[in-house]
Each structure stands twice: as C-alpha cells, then as structure tokens.
C-alpha cells in the first residue's frame, strides 16, 4: 500500500502561502508536478500512492480527477498571486499513459492557460512501456511535451516477473524507438538494479538494450524493498533474499562503467545524461528538487515547495477531489522550513549533484569532515580546494553516509 504522509501544520483552507515564501517569486526555477493516480497493476515492489481500477471507490475515477486537477490548477494561481511562468512541467504516477495524449494534453493546456509555460519549457511524461504506442507518442508532441520517461526496469524477462511488472522484455526499447520516430529528443530509461535473482550478465543485457535504444538519459535506482508492499512480505516470508548491499555496490560500478562508454555521463547520483548535447539532455524539473527550486504538485498525494514551504495533499483520489469540489485546498499538511532544515537540504540534496556542494553552507565541523572524506577517497580533493564539495565515484556509493559526516 502507498507509504503515510509526514506530520505538519494544518494546511490554510484558501492554500495561502505565507508573504516570506512568496518573496522572490519566479526569481527561482518554478516547475509544476502533476500527480496521476492510476494504474492498471500494482508493482509488487512499488509504494506509491497509486490505485489499480479495483481500489478506488465511487467518485475517484478518471473523470473526476481531471476535474480535482483543473480547480487545483485555479486554487494554486490564486495562492501564488501573480503566479509565475512555469520553466518545467513533469507528469508522474502511477501510470500517466493509461489517461491517454488527449487527457495528458488538456491538462498541459490548462496549466498553460492559467501560469503561461516559459520559452523552451521542459515538459516531460513519465508512461509505462505496455501502454504506449506510435500514436501515443505523436499525440503528446502534438500537445507541446517534449520529453518521456519510460519505465523499463530490465530486459530480463524474469527479473521483471519478480518486480510483476507486465511489460514483454523488448517493449520498452521499442517505444523509446517509437518516440523518436514521433520527434522526441530526450527520452529516459528507468533502470532497477539488485532484484532478487538479477546476474550480473542479466544486467549487462539491459544496458546493452539500453544503449541500442539510443536515448540520450537513464535513471537507475537500487531496489528498495519498503515496508507494506507484496515484495517486502515475500522478502520477510524468506521467498526471496533481500538485496546484498555489496552485489548492489557493484551493480552500480557496472551501470557507471557501461554508460560512460556508451556516452553517457553522471549528473545526480542515479541520473545519466548524454554528454554530446552538454547540458540539454538532463532533466531541469528533477534538478529544480534538487537545488531548492520551487513547484507546486497537482493531484492526490502530491508535494509541493515554494520560498522554504514544503506540504504534501490528501493522499485519496476521493478526498482530494471533495475538497476541491467543497472550495478548500486538498492539502494534508504543510511544515515552514527554518534556516537549519534548509541547511540540512541543502547538504543532502545538492551534494548529489555533478557540480556538488559549496564548502560554505558547512560549518567549521562539516568542513572538517570534508577534508577527512577527501582522505578517504569519498571528494575530490581539486573540486574541494576550489571550495565545492563533489563526490568520487566510491562517494556516490556512500553519499548517505558522507551526508552524516558533513552535518555532525
């Protein structure tokens, strides 16, 4: 089941922001989020708040959703008062290709209508490859996006049995295919790495796949078994072994070592973007998260953070769309980030990235720790000489740790 929200303040009724976070408004990249509840399965290892066909009661359906999303959509403007262009827009979920181009498109609209998209706007869809296809793909460019994301996991067919994913081993190759033919220049590939039962060799085939793809991003994340989901109950039953920290290290060496080759170059820890384009092909909307931008998230469940506000909607379609329908702001909770948990962001956040960190958000006992992590082989010791703190590859294997190192 989707995993609990976090505990906060009570949200404003109207969703008012206060004038603090307000200031300096459109002064930072401003990206929307738009949450799509719906999927056709449930992934046995997945804890999103998403909801198949048979969990969702009366009044959670498509219909209403897009309903929920456009009176947010007014609800927002009207909290942000001049409400600023928007730079990037990305649809998530659950599974945003099963709504369709048509829906996904009007939505895009309607943003459009009330904020106005910036020149050049990034506007990407996450889309599951199973539920994709070339007029799909030639709808979505017709609507303005020009980026896709497609969850491909492995071409191993049984590795994705064991993630129950549903799609064929070569589908998710052939849409990335089929999204080129439609005229996208920047397709992802989602990569798990360390399932039960994955060889090293089953991953190598995935990149090898990968690269025939000839996309020009790929995101890869260990599998994180969490608490509540299908594949945590066969994990503790002792159906499957839990992933091995040491293989998942590994895994991640030979991920690093394939893309490189391929052309492919670090940007974020589990973020590969082709180097030819310089820096087009990394996705701006996940690098406004993970440089303190703001964003407002449409939908059920969805998070939003503008100017050092952070809360987070009513995780059920339901709910979320009766309070919208009622007048009020769909939003669960909210928390007011004072200077220290900005800090601590910051450092947690930004030291993922290429680029890394300033030496100076640390404080005399951070920086300390950043000299020792340099002797161990964690920063570079030239980026921190020019005061940024920047992770070696043995770093970004350790990057949690290293964080509790440079925060004391």
């Not at 906060?8 to 989020?33: I, K, Q």
């Not at 049984?158 to 994913?165: G, K, S, Y």
């Not at 890869?220 to 608490?227: C, K």
């Not at 800090?343 to 990235?353: D, M, P, Q, S, W």
Request: proline share 5%.
């Amino acid at each position: 089941m989707p995993s609990s929200l976090p505990d906060g303040e009570p949200m404003p009724e109207d969703g008012a922001l206060p004038a603090s976070a307000l200031d300096g408004l459109g002064r930072r990249p401003f990206g929307v989020y738009v949450h799509v509840p719906f999927c056709a399965t449930r992934c046995g290892y997945c804890d999103f708040n998403t909801y198949t066909a048979g969990e969702l009661g009366s009044g959670a359906g498509q219909d209403s959703w897009i309903e929920g999303v456009r009176r947010e959509i007014a609800l927002a403007a009207k909290a942000l008062g001049a409400p600023p262009k928007v730079d990037t827009v990305f649809v998530g979920g659950g599974t945003p290709s099963l709504v369709g181009a048509e829906v996904l498109g009007g939505v895009l609209a309607e943003i459009d209508g009330v904020f106005g998209l910036a020149d050049g706007a990034e506007i990407t869809t996450e889309a599951n490859p199973e539920s994709t296809s070339p007029e799909f793909f030639a709808g979505l460019r017709a609507a303005g996006f020009t980026r896709v994301s497609l969850g491909m996991q492995s071409a191993a067919r049984h590795v994705l049995a064991v993630l129950d994913r549903t799609h064929t081993p070569g589908r998710a190759v052939a849409a990335a295919r089929e999204a080129a033919d439609a005229g996208f220049e920047h397709v992802n590939l989602d990569l798990i790495y360390g399932t039960p039962g994955e060889s090293d060799d089953d991953l190598r085939a995935s990149l090898d796949a990968v690269s025939a793809a000839g996309v020009d991003h790929v995101s890869a994340y260990s599998l994180i078994v969490e608490d509540g989901t299908a594949l945590a109950r066969r994990v503790r039953a002792g159906e499957l072994p839990a992933p091995d920290e040491d293989v998942l290290a590994r895994r991640y060496e030979l991920i690093d070592d394939a893309l490189s080759a391929a052309g492919l170059g670090w940007y974020e820890v589990s973020n590969w973007a082709s180097r030819a384009g310089g820096e087009a092909a990394r996705c701006r909307h996940n690098i406004g998260y993970w440089s303190g931008g703001d964003w407002w998230g449409l939908g059920p469940g969805a998070h939003s953070h503008v100017g050092g506000v952070r809360w987070w909607n009513v995780k059920h379609p339901a709910r979320y769309n009766a309070a919208l329908a009622e007048g009020r702001s769909p939003g669960a909770g909210r928390e007011l980030l004072d200077d220290d948990a900005r800090r601590v962001e910051r450092v947690l956040l930004e030291l993922r990235l290429v680029e890394g960190l300033s030496a100076d958000v640390l404080d005399e006992s951070g920086r300390r720790a950043a000299r020792l992590a340099v002797d161990d082989g964690l920063l570079t010791a030239d980026a921190l000489t020019d005061g940024r703190c920047v992770l070696t590859r043995r770093g970004r294997l350790l990057a949690d740790g290293l964080v509790h190192r440079l925060l004391g």
